[in-house]
């Protein structure tokens, strides 16, 4: 089966669509699934191929970018604009499968979309009475299915928080089937407007996994090289190469309090949005502009760095590889600082790209992945990441 599975994540930058043709395709799988290794739930080892076919890269224009920040940040976002945004974002995620499709030659049989998130709370908070977790992507699935011609499965995160889970991460599901290896500990590092991981001890089962957001990926990143240069992002790591480390902001900041809590753990703007980044842009007072990117861009390296030394290294077994996917995977600074947290732990940097899988598509590929085992019925959140009590189909289908 030929799904599409598109993503759009926390940093606003775009959508992300990638062709994976899943199952029981004629050719060579490319890469090959490894269903020998021992772990308890079904699902991944009935899977026989998992092909990339291709990927694609949209991003927002200018406007949607900016009225999507909006409607996240916004403490009293319109109703009649977070509904508009509903059908906007949709039409745009329609015509970015379907540009993709002619691209690659292809029609996909089923969509994966994961939307917009606009707000997410992993942890159960009080409200009118009641304690609940909750949690918004936005992309409306029927007009995709229309626009698309083949069935959508959307919103796949509140299923797993149903089941008592943070509804994040998802993406462990793909890095299982993907990276798990006998003999090689991963560690799956995702950098994306936050950054998280996947760590799979050497032959674990999939309840061995320990996944969660380790903090900021390219959000504060961006947030202040727009602040201070005007630019989107820093390309290339090019001010941060230059500056110079502000410590003492960085050692204040690790001991900000989602730093420090437990796994499991999500994060968003909710977390490292506008409101941290001034706390942040305060800590560094005066400095030249282009030492505070330099710092934003230590922090991501040492906040990932911090959160493996204290919840990852010391919990389960050990690594010796960790595999860097998202747009951070991007930023040559950024891993140079990454490479020099992980060489006293014994691991090795590689990215993404190596496995089959490039950074810039692996997060869409696995929304395909996670609509076609919806698609078959079957459960798709792994809960030792997620703090699921049980497995759970994800998502909702909507059909063309
Ligand atoms: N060439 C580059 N140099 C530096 N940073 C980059 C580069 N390309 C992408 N990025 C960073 O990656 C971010 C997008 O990463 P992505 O994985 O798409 O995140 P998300 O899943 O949150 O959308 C951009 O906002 C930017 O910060
Ligand atoms: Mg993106």
Known sequence: MIVAGVMSGTSADGIDVALVRIGTAEGRPRPRVRSKVPGPEGPLHRLSRFQLLGHAHFAY????????????????ASVADLARLNFLLAELYADAV???????RVKAELVGCHGQTLYHQGDAESFLGRRVAVTWQTGEGAVIARRVGA?????????????????????????????????????MQNIGGIANL????????????????????????????????????????????????????????????FLRKKPPKTAGREEFGREFVGTFLRLCGPAAKGNVVTTA?????????????????????????MVVSGGGANNPTLLAMLANELSPLG????LSDEFGLPSAAKEAAAFGLLAYETWHRRPSNVPSATGAKRAAILGKISYA
């Not at 224009?61 to 009293?76: G, I, S, T």
């Not at 990143?221 to 001010?239: C, H, M, Q, S």
């Not at 040492?302 to 010796?320: L, M, N, Q, T």
């Not at 691991?347 to 590689?350: A, D, G, M, P």
């Open 347 to 350: 691991l090795t940097l590689r």
């Open 151 to 187: 069935p959508v499965v959307s919103d796949f995160r509140p299923a797993d928080m149903a089941a008592g889970g943070k509804g994040a991460p998802l993406v462990p599901f793909l890095d299982y089937l993907f990276y798990r290896d006998a003999h090689i500990g991963r560690i």
């Open 98 to 104: 379907l540009s993709t499709q002619r691209k690659l």
């Open 198 to 257: 996947t760590a799979i001890p050497a032959s674990a089962g999939a309840e061995r996994v320990i996944a969660f957001d380790t903090g900021p990926g390219n959000m504060v990143i961006d947030a202040v090289t727009e602040r201070l240069f005007g630019k989107p992002y820093d390309r290339d790591g090019r001010i941060a190469a230059e500056g110079r480390v502000l410590e003492d902001v960085i050692t204040k900041l690790l001991r900000e309090s």
């Open 61 to 76: 224009p200018k406007d949607v970018r900016k009225a999507v920040l909006a409607a996240m940040n916004a403490q009293r």
């Open 297 to 321: 861009t230590s922090l991501t390296a040492r906040s990932i760095g911090d959160a493996i030394r204290r919840f990852v290294v010391k919990r389960s077994g050990s690594y010796s590889e």
